[in-house]
């Protein structure tokens, strides 16, 4: 199946999907050294987002948080692409400072279960399952 979005930040990428519900902090939700989600809230909490491909409907708090996942790109444990229902200021900085494919406008509710593995195409939108 392909689902088209928005596309924000080039580039392409696959890999195993893990879904979050809830918007997530990059400075609190997630550990800074080993990409694990620290939101007991989400169902993703306990995973780690390392060389998955992230869903988030959008990120909450500081901007900072952008550099906590430009942080992960160094030290090789940050996603492979995100997939998110809205892109606010924080998400896409945090993707073109990391060079992280980003497609957004993708609903929930569209992407197979955390798991499936997909491909996303920041280029021109697309995520294939």
Do not use: Q, W
Request: proline letters at 7%; a positive charge.
């Amino acid at each position: 199946m392909i689902i088209v979005g928005k596309p924000l930040v080039p580039g392409e990428n696959e890999g195993y999907l893990i879904k979050s519900s809830v918007p997530l902090s990059f400075l609190g939700d997630i550990d800074p050294e080993t990409g694990t989600i620290k939101n007991h809230k989400s169902e993703i909490f306990g995973l780690s987002l390392s060389h998955k491909i992230l869903y988030i409907p959008y990120t909450i708090g500081s901007t900072v948080g952008a550099y906590i996942l430009y942080r992960l790109k160094k030290i090789g444990r940050c996603p492979l692409a995100i997939i998110s229902k809205k892109g606010d200021l924080t998400l896409v900085s945090a993707c073109v400072i990391s060079k992280i494919p980003l497609v957004t406008n993708i609903k929930y509710e569209d992407l197979p279960p955390t798991g499936s593995y997909v491909k996303v195409d920041g280029t021109n939108g697309s995520v294939i399952y």
